[in-house]
């Protein structure tokens, strides 16, 4: 069956840097794109950042721009984010999202804390 499964999520102080990974299985990961969102306490679920299959192309929110990488491996299925000069703001869920066509997986989230 279809899974992702995020990792690397943790409590880190401002400023900080962290790793994202998704892992993706059931489905032919080179032909989807792939995205991260993120939902904070309170929220809507916002868009972060998308990687074109197979992964040519990226694009980001405003909010990230310049701090977050989206790549992706697929060879090992993986699609991942690193994160740079982490903000408070930052704090959330993060998602990874498969998308083709009319067809989306989303992963159960891995928690960003940025706090002091």
């Known amino acids: 069956q279809v899974q992702l499964v995020e990792s690397g999520g943790g409590l880190v102080q401002p400023g900080g840097s962290l790793r994202l990974s998704c892992a993706a299985s059931g489905f032919t990961f080179s032909l989807y794109t792939m995205s991260w969102y993120r939902q904070a306490p309170g929220k809507e679920r916002e868009w972060v950042a998308a990687i074109s299959n197979p992964g040519g192309i990226t694009n980001y929110a405003d909010s990230v721009k310049g701090r977050f990488t989206i790549s992706r491996d697929n060879a090992k299925n993986t699609v991942n984010l690193q994160m740079n000069n982490l903000k408070p703001d930052d704090t959330a869920v993060y998602y990874c999202?498969?998308?083709?066509?009319?067809?989306?997986?989303w992963g159960q989230g891995t928690q960003v804390t940025v706090s002091s």
């Open positions: 999202k498969a998308f083709r066509f009319r067809l989306e997986y």
